[in-house]
């Protein structure tokens, strides 16, 4: 009879492909990490731009008060979109766990440094400029696309996007009352001065 030999893998080779196929994944993870960090930043902001956008146009569209409230109280930060006149919530949305309405050391604080001048770049939901109230969390879109403050007056407002130790990929968006503008930013480096750029 003859002997046929069989090869197949040893014990020890399957156990330094595992190895190496895991070291591999390591590595990957590792290296897209901060990729992934900034993509929860940005989608973020993205959700937040356009809850601002869908309470505006759903004033516009209806002939109808809508109130946007931004909630940095709780994780996840929250945003509801409310109509003022029977206080139907129309949406709730949140932002992904590791993202919040913040502010960070190193955001520029001086009037021409901050997105539009707007607040002194310390508070993370500010839209009630240079008026003394209570409520700075909220805008009201009324049927022309103005916004208000909670007060009721015509008022811009700016609100800040980021994550705690990541601070460029931070994103701010600004709001003008009068005219119901939105406008987008986000935060650079240029030889160690931070600065806003909009988007």
């Given at each position: ?59 516009v569209a209806q002939r109808q008060e809508y109130s946007v409230t931004f909630s940095n109280t709780a994780i996840p930060n929250t945003i509801t979109i409310t109509q003022v006149g029977n206080g139907n919530v129309l949406a709730t949305y949140q932002l992904p766990t590791d993202v919040a309405f913040m502010t960070l050391s190193g955001f520029p ?91």
């Open positions: 009879m003859r002997s046929q030999d069989i090869r197949g893998f040893s014990l020890i080779e399957m156990v330094i492909v595992v190895l190496v196929i895991l070291m591999v994944t390591a590595i990957a993870v590792v290296t897209m990490q901060p990729s992934l960090q900034a993509a929860h930043v940005a989608n973020g902001y993205n959700i937040t731009m356009a809850a601002i956008r869908e309470a505006r146009d759903y004033a604080t001086s009037p021409a440094g901050v997105p539009d001048g707007f607040g002194a770049g310390a508070t993370a939901i500010d839209f009630d400029q240079a008026i003394a109230s209570p409520v700075k969390t909220m805008i009201y879109f009324l049927p022309d696309g103005t916004g208000q403050d909670a007060n009721g007056n015509i008022n811009n407002g700016v609100i800040y996007v980021a994550r705690s130790n990541q601070i460029y990929s931070s994103r701010a968006i600004t709001f003008w009352g009068a005219t119901g503008r939105i406008r987008g930013w986000r935060l650079y480096s240029n030889g160690g001065t931070n600065y806003w750029r909009q988007t």
